[in-house]
C-alpha cells in the first residue's frame, strides 16, 4: 500500500485520498466564451503522463485538497503542499 503525506495531517494510507485531477490545467476563461467540446476536454481528457507529474487529491479525513507531486512508474512522492490561499 502507498503512503501519501498530507500537508495538513502527515503520512497517511493512500486509502484515505482521491484523486482530484491533473494539476496545471488551466482553467479554460473566461466561460462564458468556451466551446462545449473545450469545457469537455478540459473536464475528462487528460495526459496521464508516465513518470514525474503533478496532481490534486483530497484527503478524507480532513477534507483538505493538496498538491502532490510523484511519479506515477516508481511510486516515489516527491512533495506535497497545500492548495489553501493565503488571507488577504
Known amino acids: 500500500m502507498q503512503r501519501f503525506p498530507c500537508?495538513?495531517?502527515g503520512l497517511r494510507d493512500e486509502?484515505?485520498?482521491h484523486y482530484g485531477g491533473e494539476?496545471?490545467?488551466?482553467?479554460?476563461?473566461?466561460?462564458?466564451e468556451v466551446s462545449?467540446?473545450?469545457?469537455?476536454?478540459?473536464?475528462?481528457?487528460e495526459t496521464n503522463p508516465?513518470?514525474?507529474s503533478r496532481e490534486i487529491w483530497v484527503h478524507m479525513?480532513?477534507?483538505?485538497?493538496?498538491?502532490l507531486e510523484r511519479d506515477t512508474v516508481t511510486h516515489?512522492?516527491?512533495a506535497s503542499e497545500s492548495?489553501?490561499?493565503a488571507a488577504p
Open 76 to 78: 516515489e512522492v516527491f
Open 36 to 45: 462545449d467540446q473545450g469545457w469537455a476536454e478540459y473536464l475528462h481528457i
Open 50 to 52: 508516465k513518470g514525474r
Open 23 to 32: 494539476a496545471g490545467n488551466d482553467r479554460p476563461e473566461p466561460a462564458a
Open 61 to 67: 479525513t480532513c477534507g483538505e485538497f493538496f498538491l
Open 15 to 17: 486509502t484515505e485520498f
Open 83 to 85: 492548495l489553501r490561499r
Open 7 to 9: 500537508p495538513f495531517c
